[in-house]
């Protein structure tokens, strides 16, 4: 190897490498420098308390996990450590962005502190989060996002040292909806969400669908329907399924079961309704499901036979991804005093922090062989987009041109022979429509075997333009046979009686005959 790092990073190494600034002493020197070759400091700056998956004490041990093989595959090229720099106080969403300064304080003491150390930021928030991405900006140095992605931080311009690599994006669910509604012709739809704020994500999903093109131009009419901590489900449901037959719900497991119970109790989980579960892979309360371990499981499991799921899903190797998620939990209670809860594993997040730092090692191992100056924050960041990257066991990361991790949504059904949900189609940024699963299609119950429609014909109230069509239609028409058969049968009763008259009058004489008249000759009868 002749050329290892760009003219830039070699004067800033200089004094490390102990050598003359040619480009070939310097690499050969920092070749047989292991442990102390590139210094490469994560800031992380997040959430304590775990309340969110995204907060450090579930993340973070996913960082860990990664440092550790990097420090040890990479011994001679670089050496990783992370530091998290936000105080004990920065404990719920709002508190993320009152103490940025703390950002801002670190910066600074590291660049007075040490001057050649390749600083990363990394902030795991409860949104992408732009002051976080002018801070990368104003400094030149590459700002990952690694909480939940509302596609804020894509423009190259305003953010140009910014990656979002959460693994949950709230503009792809945006645009699966679409995919769905235009798939099956579906124009109106309703959305009923939880209120309860005992999770975030299904106001969130009111406000992306919301503000999605194909709602604000009307393309699809979505009707809301807010449930309250303390709904009425019996009356939600008439209402709801009053003005469609297809409806989007998001709320906690407890209530979607609920919702799903009382709708079997309504005879309305027949094949003219569709009812889809919004959701995340995994929340901190757990998945959705039937099952609670009470009396009510076999009701429930019945409920959720036509209930459908739009949700992220992801492609891991499964023995893979069970080993990274064994050692994930292993470094949470070692090095963060956390305790996974019977049952529970790790989540995307922790997966999704272990991802990026493989994904970033490996692209700063490649700047290095490319003479790429990693220490100019725009330039550095340009190595990652438009192109997937290795992330270790668990598959790649594609990271998009506008800097923002892609994946995939899939649409589920529930499968009555394992009790689980099932993949049936989904949606990537490599297609542009829906695609099947071929060994398992979606399947309609409906007599036509199509999708339902989201409107009955007859229209809920049996009052719309063709049944009224057709009622009319029906009504002429016999209207119309019954004058007809009294038409003819006045007719014949006319005509018989004019028969009749005419023979009395052959019986009885011809009185208009002028047989005796003066005008009539005799010779005539002669």
Known sequence: MVRIFSSALIKRRSSRCSCALTVLRCSVLLLFCPGDCLDVELLIYGLWPPILLQSIPLSGPGFDVAIAEVNRDLAGVMKMQRRYISGPEVVVCDDTGAYFDQISRHFYGYRKNSTDALLILVHLGCDDTTIFAQLGREWNILAISGGATFSNLRDRVLFPTTLATGPFQFELYSIMFRKVCETFNWTNVGLAYDLSRTLPFPLKVYQTLMSSASVRTGQIQLQLFPIPAAANLTELLQKV????????????????????????????????????????????????????????????????????????????????????????????????????????????????????????????????????????????????????????????????????RQNKICLMKFDSSTGKFARTMFYDYTQSSLQEIPDDPIQWNTTDNKPPRDTPRCGFLGDAFPCVTDSTTVIVAGVTSALTVFALLFGCILRDLMRRTHLAHSEHGVWWRLENSPFVSKSHHA
């Not at 579960?277 to 009470?294: A, K």
């Not at 070692?334 to 999704?352: D, H, I, Q, V």
């Not at 970033?360 to 100056?373: C, F, K, T, W």
């Open 241 to 404: 399924t009053l003005v469609s037959r297809v409806v989007f719900v998001s709320g906690t497991p407890v209530l979607i079961r609920k919702l799903m119970m009382e709708a079997l109790n309504q005879n309305k989980t027949t094949p003219e309704y569709v009812w889809i579960s919004v959701d995340l892979p995994e929340q901190t309360i757990g998945p959705i499901t039937w099952f609670q371990n009470d009396t009510d499981d076999q009701v429930a499991f019945r409920a959720f036979a036509p209930l459908k799921q739009m949700i992220t899903c992801f492609d891991h190797d499964p023995a893979a991804n069970r080993l990274l998620k064994e050692e994930i939990r292993l470094k949470a209670q070692e090095n963060y005093g956390y305790k996974y809860p019977l049952g529970r594993a790790p989540s995307e997040f922790a997966t999704s922090s272990y991802a990026t730092i493989k994904m970033l090692a490996n692209v700063i191992h490649q700047s290095i062989q490319g003479g790429v100056d990693f220490y100019n924050g725009r330039l550095f960041t340009q190595q990652f987009l438009n192109r997937s990257h290795s992330a270790g066991p668990i598959g790649d990361l594609y990271i998009d041109a506008d800097g923002e």
